[in-house]
């Protein structure tokens, strides 16, 4: 018998139909996925399991676990099977722990709520699985703060107290989303290890199809709120029913035509730059410590090149990116933009700002909700000196939103009334208005889908053909900058460790922590898809 | 925890250091002469300078702040210029009515507020929730010497359960003191239980979006234990604050209140002070004022810190 049974789950929340008719099982020991783009309803089902659905939820169908039947339980029964018998993880390990309180109260929480154990023994069982999941006491003490952690390490915290009481049942919502590719292979084995030591199901939500490759031995596939393809893994990765399937197994590894760059003329040149924050004094008369964000720097993009640039949180991209838009002063090195300092004695140079824009990761937080498109996209324009105005701003704004792939009357429009993909157009549409020489890409990508983040690499690569691009491609997803860059730098703790043509590194890697990003990145198993 | 209470300590005293230069310099500047506004206009030139002596004022500015400031440091506030007797015997007796009142009404107000505030989180859009909104929507709209009004109406000459005003003195015992501020204490607080209740809400309803609340129920906790465990707590911080600014107000600004009920409190004191051109009272007890403010709040922060630990390992 399996150990969670769905059957044809449906489910609307005020009316609004968001599940159809779902079905998936789980035996004790497997680990099933459950993939698709956002809004398919695959973290709806996790929630509908843990029945922690939203108010107005009403859903049909039976959800079994070990045979008792979930969805007509008392909230009271509930409280008591959850924690125990099912656990779950979230995605984001940064908010999911209370911030007031220590990590072993509330793992210890976990056993006392449900009464599983006296509080001495709570204590000793939650040293144990903080200890199994990786956090030894003598290094991790109960006492430490959610703050005082990483991302990793918070989400090593979350586990222990999902596993603490053994539940039968895992459910993992996008756990490793949020985290860096070294961290994410760390706590994929990690979950992989408890599964085969404690025979527990594992329901695995995730959007990445590469991990449920590596991972899940059942993959069901959802859209829309509906099942659209289950199956064994190998069997269904190598016989996708479903065109939808294929679509989203070949967007997950999409490859664009980058046209040849242009000779060789440097257009940023990047010296030596150092750039230190003062860290907070650790005594009343110590000097305070100082910590290399940007570690002596160098490093030249050439007109028409695109440089992609990669590295774990942390390592000083950020920094860097700020360093290069003249937002942020650097102690000691220079940075040209076509021979001009970025920066001319303590303030940005405007002659080199305007040369340069920037298109940022999240589609949602990075326009104001009250402005319409057009003048979202022409904000840029204050950098000019005679910003075009009349017939002439209005062509700009056409040409632009058109070469985005938009109509150029989504210009009277509010940035509400678009999807994230669309979005991100307007970001790149806003981006391009100046012809700026120099673009930056701040992780554009990493927030998308997968059909859509293909469909804006594809139009990086027409941008690329039409208006002869440069720009600086920042990501922490290596099979993106992998497609869509010429030359790539790889940055570890403040430092550029290698750097090289794109295809040559990822293929050859030189520098053991190249080697290590490359290997901990998950692959997809290389299948053709046949165009059907 | 140590080094942050060091470092909150130290920016009190600098912050009491520029206050008291602030009014003594503000103080000094509006117009009047004391010596003159008590003796008349019609007095002699040489019984002004006199007077002018006696009180201290005829020192450079820079000698009579710092008489000021050294006299304050060892208790002697001064003389008042009207009333010829010393100043902290006058601030003295009364703070012991402002600031028992303004304790009074501040835990009166919290008592209210946390579970006013907490219960319509937990009922956010239920007839429960609309009730407490609406009660404070009063409130806040009521003016509070009208409440105070109505009060006195109700409770002292109707049902005559209170004294309509005056303070009984502590000397009757300690129950009799409390019994003559409950009314002046409930006019006061109600205004300010009102704000803190919406403040104590919002904050818990941003709080129970949180992820963490998420994980809370996902191990098992009913919903009104990760209320509990986990929201309370996480609300404070913003309610801490509008706590501290509530004291502040409530020691100071019950001048009405004090009128209504004919308490001989600070907020009276000042008003007349200042009536009188009696600068030195007035100094005094913005000065005293000021410390009672930058006081709270030190104590604000330490609380926060208490609430938070990530304000602990910060600088």
Redesign the interface.
Same mark, same amino acid.
């Given at each position: 018998m399996s150990l969670l049974q769905i059957q044809n789950l449906s489910l609307s929340i005020h009316g609004q139909p968001i599940l159809k008719d779902v079905s998936l099982s789980i035996d004790p020991g497997q680990i099933v996925a459950v993939t698709g783009e956002s809004g398919s309803g695959k973290s709806m089902t996790a929630l509908a399991v843990m029945q922690l659905l939203p108010n107005g939820a009403d859903a049909t169908g039976t959800i079994e676990l070990d045979g008792q039947e979930l969805l007509d339980r008392p909230e009271a029964q509930m409280c008591a099977l959850r924690g125990a018998a099912i656990g779950m993880v979230f995605q984001e390990p940064m908010t999911a722990l209370n911030p007031v309180k220590t990590i072993g109260d509330q793992v210890m929480e976990t056993i006392l709520i449900h009464k599983a154990m006296p509080p001495a023994r709570a204590r000793a069982r939650a040293q144990e699985v903080l200890e199994r999941v990786g956090l030894p006491p003598d290094r991790f003490p109960l006492g430490r703060y959610p703050h005082e952690l990483s991302g990793g390490q918070r989400q090593r915290v979350v586990i222990a107290m999902a596993i603490a009481l053994r539940p039968k049942l895992l459910i993992a919502d996008e756990p490793t989303t949020a985290l860096d590719v070294t961290t994410q292979a760390q706590i994929l084995d990690l979950l992989k290890d408890l599964v085969l030591e404690y025979g527990m199901g594992l329901l695995m939500i995730t959007h990445d199809l590469a991990v449920v490759a590596e991972m899940a031995n059942q993959i069901t596939v959802m859209r829309h709120g509906e099942v659209i393809e289950r199956g064994a893994t190998q069997h269904l990765l190598q016989n996708m029913q479903h065109p939808y399937t294929r679509m989203l197994f070949e967007a997950s590894d999409h490859q664009v035509n980058l046209p040849d760059p242009t000779s060789p003329q440097p257009l940023l040149e990047v010296t030596q730059v150092v750039r230190e924050y003062r860290l907070p004094r650790t005594g009343l008369f110590d000097t305070p410590g100082s910590h290399r964000a940007v570690d002596g720097v160098s490093f030249t993009l050439n007109r028409g090149e695109r440089l992609g640039l990669v590295g774990e949180s942390g390592c000083g991209k950020s920094t860097l990116t700020r360093a290069i838009l003249g937002l942020e002063e650097v102690q000691s090195g220079q940075i040209l933009l076509d021979g001009q300092p970025v920066f001319s004695g303590h303030r940005p140079n405007l002659a080199v700002r305007r040369k340069m824009q920037v298109v940022f990761q999240d589609p949602y937080g990075s326009f104001n909700p009250r402005h319409r498109v057009a003048r979202l996209i022409t904000e840029p324009f204050h950098l000019l000196e005679v910003p075009p105005t009349g017939t002439e701003r209005q062509e700009r704004i056409a040409e632009m939103l058109t070469a985005v792939g938009l109509r150029p009357d989504d210009a009277g429009k509010y940035i509400h009334e678009f999807s994230g993909g669309q979005r991100q157009r307007i970001a790149i549409a806003r981006a391009l208005i100046t012809r700026p020489e120099l673009i930056v890409f701040d992780e554009a990508v990493s927030a998308l889908d997968v059909s859509v983040r293909a469909q804006i690499l594809d139009l990086l690569a027409d941008l690329c053909a039409a208006y002869d691009l440069t720009y600086l491609f920042i990501s922490h997803d290596l099979s993106v900058v992998r497609t869509i860059t010429d030359r790539v730098l790889v940055m570890q703790s403040g430092k550029i460790v290698e750097q090289g043509e794109t295809e040559q590194v990822f293929s050859n890697p030189q520098h053991p922590y190249t080697q290590t990003l490359i290997a901990a990145a998950p692959k997809l198993p290389d299948i053709h898809v046949e165009t059907a | 925890m140590l =080094?942050y209470t060091?470092k909150r300590l130290l920016s009190l005293l600098v912050s009491l250091a520029v206050a008291s230069v602030v009014i003594f310099a503000v103080i000094e500047v509006a117009p009047g002469d004391p010596a003159s506004f008590m003796l008349g206009v019609n007095a002699q030139e040489d019984t002004l300078a006199a007077l002018r002596a006696e009180l201290g004022l005829d020192v450079s500015k820079t000698q009579r702040y710092f008489n000021w400031i050294s006299g304050m440091l060892v208790g002697d506030f001064g003389t008042s210029y009207t009333y010829r007797t010393p100043v902290s015997q006058m601030i003295a007796d009364r703070l012991w009515v402002s600031l028992p009142l303004a304790l009074y009404a501040l835990t009166l107000s919290t008592l209210i507020a946390f579970p006013a505030g907490i219960y319509a989180a937990a009922r956010r859009g239920k007839p429960g929730d609309l009730t407490v909104m609406g009660a404070t929507q009063l409130g806040i709209a009521v003016p509070n010497f009208w409440f105070a009004m109505m009060l006195v109406l109700i409770f002292a000459i109707n049902l005559r359960w209170f004294n309509a005003g005056g303070f009984a003195g502590w000397d009757n015992g300690f129950w009799t003191g409390l019994h003559s501020l409950t009314l002046p204490a409930i006019a006061l607080a109600l205004p300010q239980a009102a704000i803190l209740a919406r403040v104590m809400r919002s904050s818990l309803l941003d709080i129970l979006a949180?992820?963490?609340m =998420? /994980?809370?129920?996902?191990?098992?906790?009913?919903r009104r234990?990760a209320l509990w465990?986990?929201g309370v707590?996480?609300a404070l911080i913003p309610v801490l604050t509008i706590i501290g600014l509530q004291f502040s107000f409530l020691l100071a600004g019950s001048i009405i209140i004090e009128q209504v009920f004919y308490l001989p409190g600070l907020g009276r004191l000042v008003f007349q002070a200042i009536s009188a051109r009696d600068l030195i009272v007035v100094e005094s007890v913005v000065m005293l004022l000021v410390f009672a403010v930058i006081t709270v709040n030190f104590l604000v922060d330490l609380a926060y810190a208490a609430?938070?630990? =990530?304000l602990r390992? =910060? /600088?």
């Open positions: - | =080094r060091l949180e992820d963490f =998420r /994980t809370a129920r996902a191990k098992g906790l009913t234990q465990r986990h707590r996480n609430v938070d630990p =990530r390992s =910060r /600088t």
